[in-house]
């Protein structure tokens, strides 16, 4: 029996090495990875160039602490705050952990604004992770369950409705911020309609609230732009990172700007490990690649492809509700609980995911090629028809 904490239902391969969208598993079969470590391989595995940087930085300095001035976390913030326009940045370990200095800094400003009880609105099938005030914010129930008392002060609503916003505000005169994810990643692969961001904006504007967002799974390219709220053109207030960022370095960020930045100062918040030279750097040279090798371009275009390439080969079959997404963060949608396809898939070497019971997650590595793009959808269309009882199409 394994001493490893049984807190996952494991898939029966490990992998040995890792090359671009391939991985090798033990039992020597080659497996393209579509889903990239849950969206944090975007350079895939095994990158030279970031491969070099990292042996150079473990060389040198891995770590040091927060007491002293670090230089790659100095730069990696410019970067970040170069990106987003906002002003400051937090560093920390994993997107649970950037989250929950966002909502430290977001009660830190109901604080300062003469509120002592601020609440958040977030959302219906969110997911901000599983420490015990993001799972208090995460609209899963089966995560939060048997996790009772979670700490308060969030206020829950059906996502992209801004009139449940609206509602709830005209309830409770302690709000202080709204929370979301522009596109939902654990639950299910769906995105915000722009307009209504855009409204979220104007209201956060309007009331002097914090508009935070959760940019932990579709931030750093991924829907083919640096930050998935980018392609409602709005500027929010925090903004949090982490999976994509250190292409499996651990690191979170909390970036602020507007009304948000200063809320916290000495003392306040702080982290051991956050922020070191390696994870930094490990930042630094992620952010670099992309750009140096045009991934947000290639993120769009070979996520068209990919949703493209399903939608021809799908196309008609009943038990296919929808194919959506944007860029490489991409959900195919079943009638039916389809989770009996991630052992299918890995039986003809694709790795993916499902999420939300009937939800197929792809999230492949950014520099995916169209070769890969399409051989995902070979390898999954034929496992998706039969799953739903259609039979593969005679070849010509
Ligand atoms: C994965 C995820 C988290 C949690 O990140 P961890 O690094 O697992 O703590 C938070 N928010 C979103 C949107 C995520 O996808």
Same mark, same amino acid.
Request: net charge negative; hydrophobic share 45%; with cysteine.
């Given at each position: 029996?394994?001493?490893?904490?049984?807190?996952? *239902?494991?898939?029966?391969?490990?992998?040995?090495? #890792?090359?671009?969208? =391939?991985?090798?598993?033990?039992?020597?079969?080659?497996?393209?990875?579509?889903?990239?470590?849950?969206?944090?391989?975007?350079?895939?595995?095994?990158?030279? %160039?970031?491969?070099?940087?990292?042996?150079?930085?473990?060389?040198?300095?891995?770590?040091?602490?927060?007491?002293?001035?670090?230089?790659?976390?100095?730069?990696?913030?410019?970067? +970040?705050?170069?990106?987003?326009?906002?002003?400051?940045?937090?560093?920390?370990?994993?997107?649970?952990?950037?989250?929950?200095?966002?909502?430290?800094?977001?009660?830190?400003?109901?604080? %300062?604004? #003469?509120?002592?009880?601020?609440?958040? +609105?977030?959302?219906?099938?969110? =997911?901000?992770?599983?420490?015990?005030?993001?799972?208090?914010?995460?609209?899963?129930?089966?995560?939060?369950?048997?996790?009772?008392?979670?700490?308060?002060?969030? !206020?829950?609503?059906?996502?992209?409705?801004?009139?449940?916003?609206?509602?709830?505000?005209?309830?409770?005169?302690?709000?202080?911020?709204?929370?979301?994810?522009?596109?939902?990643?654990?639950? #299910?692969?769906?995105?915000?309609?722009?307009?209504?961001?855009?409204?979220?904006?104007?209201?956060?504007?309007?009331?002097? =609230?914090?508009?935070?967002?959760?940019?932990?799974?579709?931030?750093?390219?991924?829907?083919? %732009?640096?930050?998935?709220?980018?392609?409602?053109?709005?500027?929010?207030?925090?903004?949090?990172?982490? %999976?994509?960022?250190?292409?499996?370095?651990? !690191?979170?960020?909390?970036?602020?700007?507007?009304?948000?930045?200063?809320?916290?100062?000495?003392?306040?918040?702080?982290?051991?490990?956050?922020?070191?030279?390696?994870?930094?750097?490990?930042?630094?040279?992620?952010?670099?690649?992309?750009?140096? /090798?045009?991934?947000? *371009?290639?993120?769009?275009?070979?996520?068209?492809?990919?949703?493209?390439?399903?939608?021809?080969?799908?196309?008609?079959?009943?038990?296919?509700?929808?194919?959506?997404? /944007?860029?490489?963060?991409?959900? +195919? /949608?079943?009638?039916?609980?389809? #989770?009996?396809?991630?052992?299918?898939?890995?039986?003809?070497?694709?790795?993916?995911?499902?999420?939300?019971?009937?939800? +197929?997650?792809?999230?492949?590595?950014?520099?995916?090629?169209?070769?890969?793009?399409?051989?995902?959808?070979?390898?999954?269309?034929?496992?998706?028809?039969?799953?739903?009882?259609?039979?593969?199409?005679?070849? *010509?």
């Amino acid at each position: 029996m394994s001493h490893v904490m049984n807190t996952y *239902a494991r898939l029966p391969v490990a992998f040995t090495r #890792g090359n671009g969208a =391939w991985l090798t598993g033990d039992d020597g079969h080659e497996y393209l990875d579509a889903l990239a470590g849950i969206a944090v391989n975007g350079l895939g595995h095994g990158h030279p %160039k970031l491969t070099a940087a990292l042996v150079e930085q473990v060389g040198r300095l891995i770590h040091v602490s927060n007491i002293y001035r670090i230089s790659e976390q100095e730069q990696l913030a410019d970067r +970040i705050c170069a990106l987003t326009g906002l002003d400051e940045v937090f560093f920390a370990n994993s997107g649970s952990e950037a989250n929950e200095g966002a909502l430290k800094l977001a009660r830190m400003y109901g604080h %300062k604004h #003469g509120n002592a009880e601020a609440q958040t +609105i977030v959302m219906e099938h969110a =997911w901000h992770g599983r420490t015990l005030a993001t799972l208090a914010a995460t609209g899963s129930e089966k995560a939060r369950k048997g996790f009772d008392p979670l700490p308060s002060g969030f !206020i829950r609503v059906p996502y992209n409705d801004l009139a449940a916003v609206e509602k709830a505000a005209a309830a409770d005169p302690r709000v202080q911020a709204i929370w979301l994810e522009v596109l939902q990643g654990e639950g #299910g692969i769906r995105m915000a309609d722009r307009g209504y961001l855009r409204d979220l904006r104007r209201l956060c504007d309007e009331r002097g =609230w914090l508009l935070m967002v959760d940019e932990v799974q579709c931030g750093i390219a991924r829907t083919g %732009k640096w930050f998935g709220y980018q392609w409602a053109d709005i500027r929010p207030d925090v903004v949090t990172l982490a %999976k994509g960022l250190g292409s499996g370095v651990p !690191i979170g960020a909390v970036v602020a700007g507007g009304r948000a930045a200063g809320t916290l100062g000495p003392g306040n918040h702080g982290t051991t490990f956050g922020g070191s030279p390696l994870a930094c750097r490990a930042g630094l040279e992620t952010l670099r690649i992309i750009e140096e /090798e045009n991934l947000l *371009a290639n993120a769009e275009a070979m996520g068209q492809r990919i949703r493209d390439g399903f939608a021809a080969a799908l196309q008609g079959i009943a038990g296919v509700v929808s194919i959506r997404g /944007e860029g490489l963060m991409i959900g +195919i /949608e079943l009638d039916r609980p389809c #989770g009996d396809l991630v052992s299918q898939a890995l039986a003809s070497r694709l790795l993916i995911n499902v999420t939300q019971d009937r939800v +197929i997650r792809l999230v492949p590595p950014l520099v995916i090629n169209a070769r890969e793009a399409d051989e995902i959808v070979a390898r999954l269309a034929p496992l998706v028809r039969s799953f739903v009882g259609v039979p593969a199409p005679q070849a *010509a």
